[in-house]
């Protein structure tokens, strides 16, 4: 079955930065949409960052813009998420997901079992 593995989370202060990484296995990985995910405490889970299989087109959310950089290596099968000048909001379970694009959008099928990341102030 398909596996998404998120690494690269941890604690850091306001300003600082991470690079989060996900692993996908038995997956036609250059054939999916990958897309980071987050979801705060008491909060429903939000779109962060999403990048096409070839890794021409991205789209972040407003809140990332200007900080966070998604990329993907297809012939490492992974997708990274590089985080800079982090803020305390940021703070929230960070989801890899994967998935199929469609006319009106990315349909997300796969998702991995997410990795924290904490930013101090």
């Known amino acids: 079955q398909v596996q998404l593995v998120e690494s690269g989370g941890g604690l850091v202060q306001a300003g600082g930065s991470l690079r989060l990484s996900c692993a996908a296995s038995r997956l036609t990985f250059s054939a999916h949409y990958m897309g980071w995910f987050r979801q705060a405490p008491g909060t429903e889970r939000e779109f962060v960052a999403g990048?096409?299989?070839?890794?021409?087109?991205?789209r972040y959310a407003d809140s990332v813009k200007g900080r966070f950089t998604i990329s993907r290596d297809n012939a490492k099968n992974t997708v990274y998420l590089q985080m800079n000048s982090l803020k305390p909001e940021d703070t929230a379970v960070y989801y890899c997901a994967g998935g199929r694009w469609y006319p009106l959008g990315p349909q997300y099928d796969y998702w991995g079992q997410g990795t924290q990341v904490t930013v101090s102030s």
């Open positions: 990048i096409s299989g070839n890794g021409g087109t991205t």
